[in-house]
């Protein structure tokens, strides 16, 4: 039977604390009472990490992991993750110490009120300013331009129902913006404030050169948000200035033309009218071209199941239930083959896992 929680947590340099993670998680886990798994993705680690996770496997069963065969980033882990979590529920927390396993039943209990997404709030954040500045302009962008209004995108420390994330298409640093990728499939997001603690060993993974990174991120993320489905819309929309462009110049050209301005602004002003134009043509032919090949794409990322609950005689309901659970089981069974059943036993694929 599959477990209901997935706990999935990426990995990368981290031996100091590995250990002392999966300790705290599990005995955070003996509150439950439920099957759970524990899923460590190790995003190419250069030190001792995945050692270490083969030694902790052999002692702790809930256990599983993916090894990459080089650092891929965290986006990348988090999508392995989910992709071999069989849980109904998915969470997700950074591997450093900083988050606070003994959250995650607090977010489950927010998540039963009716939420699909609940996201960690580190309220009272222990980052030194440089990192918490740039991250709070960040927030208040994304969640201005979205219309997911979150006080903190960045907290890996999250809970999912599995069908909300799932399917989401991420890249890059998207894995921040999850929240805000699953409000085009109608999931109801919220947050809660949580713990955050002082970084105790090793040094932060990011840069500067992440805060680029993520404002690239946030304007290719409100293209997907809104235009994913409707391309034509997208590009008409960017036409918009080259439209009023074209007009401009072209009143300019015929006032030239008629009154006789200074020679050769006539020329220029249509000139300027006709290249304009172009660009309105070309933006709308690709606006076309975008809708032909969305109505021949896959866009399950931007839809959750059509039907949310289903009130039916007690009988056909539990039918409904273990059929839905058998799918899941065969949905998931060739995925398993890449995680170490035993310390040392690896299977060695072409997907980039090792």
């Known amino acids: 039977m599959p477990p209901y929680l997935s706990i999935v947590v990426?990995?990368?340099?981290?031996?100091?604390?590995?250990?002392?993670?999966?300790?705290?998680?599990?005995?955070?886990?003996?509150q439950f009472d439920f099957a759970y798994e524990i899923i460590f993705v190790d995003d190419g680690s250069q030190d001792n990490t995945w050692a270490i996770i083969e030694k902790l496997k052999e002692t702790t069963p809930q256990l599983k992991a993916i090894k990459f065969r080089r650092n891929y980033g965290q986006t990348s882990a988090m999508v392995a993750g989910f992709d071999h979590a069989r849980g109904q529920i998915i969470a997700t927390m950074d591997g450093d110490l900083q988050n606070d396993p003994s959250?995650?039943?607090?977010?489950?209990?927010?998540?039963?009120?009716?939420?699909?997404?609940?996201?960690g709030w580190r309220k009272d954040r222990q980052d030194h300013f440089s990192r918490v500045l740039p991250s709070k302009i960040a927030n208040a962008i994304i969640s201005w331009t979205t219309g997911v209004r979150l006080h903190d995108y960045g907290c890996?420390?999250?809970?999912?129902r599995s069908e909300s994330v799932k399917s989401l298409k991420?890249?890059?640093?998207?894995?921040?913006?999850f929240p805000a990728l699953a409000s085009m499939t109608g999931a109801r997001v919220t947050e809660l404030p949580v713990n955050h603690h002082p970084r105790k060993y090793g040094v932060s993974k990011y840069g500067f050169d992440r805060v680029l990174k993520v404002f690239s991120d946030i304007f290719a993320m409100n293209l997907i948000i809104r235009f994913s489905?409707?391309?034509?819309?997208?590009?008409?929309?960017?036409?918009?200035?080259?439209?009023?462009?074209?007009?401009?110049?072209?009143?300019?050209?015929?006032?030239?033309?008629?009154f006789h301005w200074t020679s050769g602004k006539t020329?220029?002003?249509f000139i300027a009218m006709a290249l304009s134009g172009m660009a309105v043509v070309h933006l709308i032919t690709l606006g076309v071209l975008g809708e032909l090949v969305v109505g021949t794409s896959d866009l399950s990322h931007t839809k959750l199941p059509r039907y949310k609950k289903i009130i039916m005689e007690k009988g056909?309901?539990?039918?409904?239930?273990?059929?839905?659970?058998?799918?899941?089981?065969?949905?998931?069974?060739?995925d398993l083959n890449i995680l170490p059943n035993k310390a040392g036993s690896v299977h060695d694929d072409t997907n980039g896992y090792a």
């Open 10 to 30: 990426p990995l990368y340099n981290e031996e100091e604390s590995v250990e002392k993670l999966l300790a705290g998680i599990l005995e955070v886990a003996k």
């Open 103 to 119: 959250d995650i039943p607090l977010l489950l209990t927010k998540l039963e009120e009716g939420f699909d997404i609940v996201s």
């Open 156 to 160: 890996s420390l999250k809970v999912y």
């Open 170 to 177: 991420a890249y890059g640093e998207m894995h921040r913006f």
């Open 229 to 258: 489905s409707t391309p034509l819309k997208g590009f008409a929309f960017s036409s918009i200035p080259f439209f009023l462009m074209t007009s401009f110049f072209g009143i300019l050209a015929v006032l030239s033309w008629n």
């Open 267 to 269: 020329l220029f002003f």
């Open 316 to 334: 056909e309901e539990q039918d409904l239930k273990n059929n839905q659970i058998d799918a899941l089981s065969q949905e998931h069974s060739s």
